[in-house]
């Protein structure tokens, strides 16, 4: 009878199990949870200190000498990756902001950062504020509330280039030097973005492009030529982005991407078969492929184009999330993809995996950055 008994229990008690690994979480869908492939516990993952939002992104990423992965976000300052764990860096670790715009390590091996409030570095130990000083003809951006710094740049001869919301500077080690791209559309100093991305080709020409000037700018060290665009979706400013293994230079905007032989632009869109018009970020693979980063949560994702067609990967095979910011390929072949809501994934070339908490479920579908 107790041995009845006994067997009685384990039933219930079995069957109870069973019902509670069955549930479904309230509020989230079935289907999402099949789709989400979630990261085991162990899995390293960033941590939210700072309370950023929804609408905050892993915005750049570099891959320093040492083989260490930086990620700097619009909200929770930097986050290193060694292969193993996580650390972060903010205000308090003497960040200028939290909102990370740009990374560069210079060829010294100093980690330069830029950020809605200015410039910082680090040598290895501590973070140091630098002070662009504007010239004495030019007062601070009336509608900017902070000093910008979106970009980041050395050249072959080793000077820093940083454009921020107050003009493109220059610093040779000592001093810092204003860069004047054109004297149209309020010169160097506009009231919105001017010059947010820059590029150095093989041939040591600087390429300027933001989205205040019409097309995009080259500098050969003596003048500078503006190249017109053909308007993508009403857009006809360009980013300039990589110089690929051909030599061929490609530019990005909220339209579309321009390839540049040389000669003539051509042009790229959802027509032909990105993932989105609005392309955030391209980089190339060790394989020659190229990857262009889309935004929007509803239809962006990661473009991969071989030369001849596009293939997009979305949520709907792993990604974290559609809205995509920054792309960095590591030094095993790894493509690190950073995204809107703090999002962090890796591809492997088979499989995403997380790296950043997800959201349930799937972030609002409302196609915006």
Known sequence: MRQLFNWSILLVLTIGCISCNGQVKKGVPKESLNELKITPAEQPKLIKTQGSSEGDNVHYSIQDKAGKLWFGTTGEGIYTY??????????????????????????EGVIWVGTEDG??????????KVQIDLPNNLPPNKNANTHN????????????????????????????????????????????????????????NLWFGGRVNKGVFRYDGKTITNFTLEALNGHDWAWPALQDKNGDIWFNNWGGTYRYDGKSFTTFTKEDGL???????????????????CGGVE?????RYDGASFTCFATKDGLINNAIWTLLEDNTGNLWIGTRDTGLSRYDGTTFTDFSERRLPFPSTNNRL
């Open 119 to 128: 410039v910082c570095f680090y040598d290895g130990k501590t973070f140091t």
């Open 299 to 303: 239809d962006g994702g990661v473009s």
């Open 275 to 293: 993932c989105n018009d609005v392309v955030t970020r391209i980089i190339e693979d060790k394989n020659g492929n190229l990857w262009f980063g």
């Open 149 to 204: 710094v979106f970009s980041i740049l050395q050249d072959k001869s080793g000077t820093l280039w940083f454009s921020t919301i107050d003009g493109v500077y220059s610093y040779d080690g000592k001093s810092f030097t204003p860069f004047i791209i054109h004297e149209g559309a309020g010169g160097y100093k506009s009231s919105n973005h001017n010059v947010e991305n820059m590029l150095e080709d093989k041939d040591g």
């Open 82 to 107: 060694d292969g193993k764990s996580f650390s972060q860096f903010t205000v308090k670790d003497g960040l200028n902001s939290n909102k990370i715009y740009c990374i560069l390590e210079d060829k």
